[in-house]
């Protein structure tokens, strides 16, 4: 009997062994778009700006959880490791005084980051005082990286899901870019010379005689061009599926394809007309869907563009691509090209048009996205 009870208190001074945290809620701080969804369920998405890694404080992305604590210890450390380098790792320590807690966890990023889609795990552990690292959670996402905040005509409430859609696209088309001029000029890349693998057929092919532009409608009454939703949501089909190619496209449909798939990533594109008294006489140049150069002629022109409307100005023009020079890299779409005077070196003018009329250039009505009409 005596030894029973000198074990019972012996047993009384050992504390009891700590109970693992509960991720009750999870969502992510400075995320772009619409918050995560509760932890654990997922895949939940979730957009970074890649100029929000690196900075101090409070301003680098983060977590904000809400955990049921439980245990004698005064003070448990969490830790959230991101399967992605660019977020890297996050940590908090909070007492565990009360059944619940909330905390934010800020990650420190083990990489510089760059625009694109990836699968994302988060792993949570926890330590007490003293002890080791234990997991007991793990919630999955879908990660995008961003430039910033996307501009026009994406940003209202009700294009959100779209967007997401379109972010998809957008960011495979300009993994590894950093800067609008190379997200920008990746996606005219993209647009110009986007293949399916097994046939090598670009999807799209310039087709300048289209009576009228299939993606996007002037609607003269609002003073605007249009995308309806199920315009947009067939092109990102025919990105997305490889059996679908040479889809004719003329240049407004070009460069919005161009300005809604770059601005999707926060770049600030718009539509601008080339206009000229006469007809542009050009070089030779290779049309989007053509292998062999032509002849490109045009009196009216659209095209992308970033910048003021001047010498200063980038045109992201998907419909062309200059002709590989002799034993050099393939063709180059005509992307982050100064549009000056050809007197300007390495301009757009210089390095395309012979003639030497002078032209000018025309914003278009702003390009909005029209929900699908009810039936």
Not at 276 to 284: D, E, I, M, P, Q
């Given at each position: 009997m005596r030894t029973v009870v000198l074990l019972l208190l012996l047993g009384a001074g050992v504390p009891a062994p700590a109970q693992p945290p509960i991720l009750q809620t999870l969502e992510f701080l400075r995320s772009i778009g619409p918050a995560a969804a509760p932890a654990p369920t997922g895949?939940?998405?979730?957009?970074?700006?890649?100029?929000?890694?690196?900075?101090?404080?409070?301003?680098?992305?983060?977590?904000?959880?809400?955990?049921?604590?439980?245990?004698?210890?005064?003070?448990?450390?969490l830790r959230v490791v991101a399967s992605h380098t660019g977020l890297g790792t996050a940590t908090a320590t909070v007492a565990r005084r009360a059944a619940t807690h909330g905390v934010e966890l800020y990650?420190?990023?083990?990489?510089?980051?760059?625009v694109g889609g990836a699968d994302l795990t988060l792993r949570w552990e926890y330590r007490a005082p003293a002890g080791?690292?234990?997991?007991?959670a793990t919630t999955r996402h879908r990660l995008y990286w961003v430039l910033s905040a996307p501009g026009l005509p994406w940003g209202g409430p009700r294009e959100e899901e779209l967007w997401a859609a379109t972010l998809a696209v957008s960011c495979r088309a300009a993994a590894g870019a950093r800067t609008p001029e190379e997200a920008a000029s990746a996606v005219t890349r993209f647009v110009y010379g986007s293949r399916d693998e097994a046939s090598q057929r670009t999807k799209f092919q310039y087709n300048p005689m289209l009576p009228d532009a299939n993606l996007t409608h002037l609607d003269a009454?609002?003073?605007?061009?249009?995308?309806?939703?199920?315009?947009?949501?067939?092109?990102?089909?025919s990105l997305n599926n490889p059996a679908m190619a040479h889809l004719q496209l003329n240049c407004y449909d070009a460069a919005g394809c161009v300005m809604l798939l770059s601005n999707a990533l926060g770049c600030r594109l718009r539509r601008v007309k080339v206009n000229?008294?006469?007809?542009?006489?050009?070089?030779?140049l290779i049309p989007m869907g053509f292998t062999k150069p032509a002849k490109a002629d045009f009196r009216v022109h659209c095209v992308a563009w970033s910048g003021p409307l001047d010498e200063r100005g980038l045109v992201y023009d998907a419909c062309f691509a200059l002709?590989?020079?002799?034993?050099?890299a393939p063709a180059t779409p005509l992307a982050a090209l100064p549009f000056g005077s050809s007197q300007h070196p390495g301009s757009y003018a210089e390095r395309v048009f012979t003639n030497k009329e002078a032209f000018y250039l025309t914003p278009l009505p702003a390009l909005v996205i029209r929900p699908a009409a009810v039936p």
């Open positions: 895949p939940a998405r979730v957009v970074f700006a890649i100029g929000s890694v690196g900075k101090a404080g409070r301003t680098r992305p983060g977590v904000r959880a809400r955990l049921q604590l439980s245990g004698p210890a005064d003070s448990v450390t990650f420190q990023s083990a990489a510089a980051p760059a080791n690292w234990v997991s007991f009454a609002a003073g605007q061009y249009v995308v309806r939703t199920e315009d947009l949501q067939a092109l990102l089909a000229s008294a006469y007809y542009l006489v050009t070089r030779k002709p590989p020079a002799p034993a050099a």
